[in-house]
């Protein structure tokens, strides 16, 4: 639906600069490739819960050579499994995002605040966000578009990308 909105996203999928300086995100848009969350989804993980976060980090470092093995044979033509497990990496990613929360270092300011308690840090932004607006970006950027962006009531410090499953966070915007 984009492609009817912004035409000339279209056309910079076509562009030689373009491709060279974003290959993989041409692929994903041009369904020759699998964004990196889909991969992530294959990945399983085994976990109970109780680890702590240097040994889910440890687990993320090994499931990551998982990952970029399984990156290579699916963009080589391997088949993509029908099934996809209980519990992936990219459950674990977010495990360790859920655990970041109780000590929040998501933006450059490290407030270290307890948002899992409620605590308000720089952005003002507490355990749940409240959502002010979400839509498909169409920005200036032909080349990345279409993005999704989430904003949030209490902050304008605090912007979420997702462009393609890759999510990104910025600040003082």
Known sequence: MWYFIRPDAVSALEDPKVI??????????????LAKFRICRL???EISGDESM?????????????????EKEL??????????????LLHLKSTIAQRIM??????????????EEGELGYCKVGKEMLVSS??????EEPEIVPSFTV????????AWDAISGASTVKTGL
């Open 20 to 33: 060279e300086a974003l290959p993989r995100y041409v692929d994903i848009v041009k369904n020759k490739k």
């Open 43 to 45: 990945i399983p993980v």
């Open 54 to 70: 240097e040994e889910l980090w440890n687990i993320h470092k090994k499931l990551m050579n998982e990952y970029i093995k399984l």
């Open 75 to 88: 963009d080589e033509g391997k088949t993509i499994p029908s099934e996809t497990p209980k519990f992936s």
């Open 151 to 158: 904003y949030d009531f209490k902050s304008a410090e605090l």
């Open 134 to 139: 979400y839509f498909d970006h169409m920005g």
């Open 102 to 115: 109780r000590s929040c270092i998501l933006c450059e300011r490290r407030c270290m605040k307890n948002r």
